[in-house]
């Protein structure tokens, strides 16, 4: 948990999509912007120049130059305009419920990546403790083949043969030591840096696996769930939105205006006002409306395929992890009766090589399906962890980390 909030805090990926969130927020606020009154001032001097002197006295100056001053105060109300502002506004606002969505799904992904790296990091410190005692235990024969060389009871081929060994044991050890270093790498790639200063270790884990709930139950949670599904369901209602906006623009609008004007070609300035109703209907727009309402109806079209689309990825997600937990159960059983076989066999090749009656080849044998039965025990356990993490992601459980939804 510590983990997963320290990357929901500092992983770019997600702080660009809530910056997404706020720009979609903005949005909102600027289509909202259009119900309410707009004010504005303008102040406005000009220098003027006319040939004749007649036009300039006509236009109240003296002389062929003279000033213009002039301030206007003016006020405009938006009355109604057949949906087109309504449906900007619903429009933008489906955007920004998308946009939220995303985020959750951008969330889900990162909780997803970062616990299959840490679990990752886990099974490779696993596979370097499997190789470290799989090197103690060949540095034992080998004293124990040098001992009994020494005194006549075996024959310079086992020393021989444990001196390979416990060099492949230890190429073994190095290969698993890096694997480790680099699955660190990735872990906290994903976290923007280290989780900590200095050294760190990472909790073991706690719990033991189980197998899922029944996969119609899992796929209902996770069509309800998934974000995805969400963000899909809020482009189609920005979709229709956008299409009562377009249609608006077949109709006219109305609005109140009013301006209060001071103007004069010398001080004092000398004051006016008007105000009035303006019905503003655009007849003909060279078909440019029409081709916005076709725009915005191939964009419902193709947001409710993307749904369907996207139900059917997650339909596919669902059983994919379902089967890859059951798989990964079944393979700890068969890993751990394995383990159990192996460890059996290795004692009966320690007894017997102690005693003289085996050789070392059926040592080195035993020894080596020993190590791999121990590996593929923790091989099948981390591939049900990971399994487990990809069918919370695909059933809708990975963004419950997010601290303020």
Known sequence: ER?????VERNPGLAQTEQQVRAAEARVSQAVAG????????????????????????????????????????????????????????????NLSSARQQRFTNLAQLVQSVSKAYYEVLRKEELVSVNQDSLRVQ??????????????????????????????SRLNLIKAQYELRTARVTLEQQLGGPPVEGDYELAPLTRNPRRPENPDQLLHEALKSRPELADAAAQIQAAEASIVAAQGNYYPSLSLG???????????????????????????????????????????????????????????????????????????????????QAQENMDLAEGRYRTGAGNAIEYSDAELSLTQARSNLVQAVYDYWQAKVDLDFAIGRGHQFLANP
């Not at 002197?53 to 405009?76: D, H, M, P, R």
């Open 258 to 340: 009013a301006s209060y004007n001071w103007q004069n070609i010398e001080f004092p300035l000398l004051e006016s006002w008007q105000a009035g109703a303006t019905l503003n209907w655009a007849i003909f727009s060279g078909f440019k409306t029409q081709g916005q309402v076709n725009e915005a109806r191939a964009n419902r079209l193709r947001t409710k395929s993307l749904l369907r689309e996207r139900e059917l990825q997650v339909s596919k997600d669902v059983s994919s992890a379902y089967l890859a937990v059951n798989q990964a159960l079944e393979s700890i059983d068969t890993a751990r009766e394995g383990l159990r």
């Open 3 to 7: 983990i997963l909030a320290i990357a």
């Open 35 to 94: 119900y309410l009154p707009q004010l504005s001032n303008k102040a406005l001097y000009n220098r003027n120049w006319y040939e004749s002197e007649a036009f300039a006295a006509a236009s109240g100056g003296s002389g062929n130059e003279f000033n213009t001053y002039q301030n206007t105060l003016s006020v405009s109300q938006y009355l109604y305009d057949f949906g087109s502002t309504s449906g900007q506004v619903e429009q933008s606002r489906h």
């Open 139 to 168: 540095e034992a024969h080998l004293e124990q083949a040098q001992a009994l060389f020494e005194a006549g009871l075996k024959p310079k081929i086992d020393v021989t043969k444990g001196e390979a060994d416990r060099a492949k």
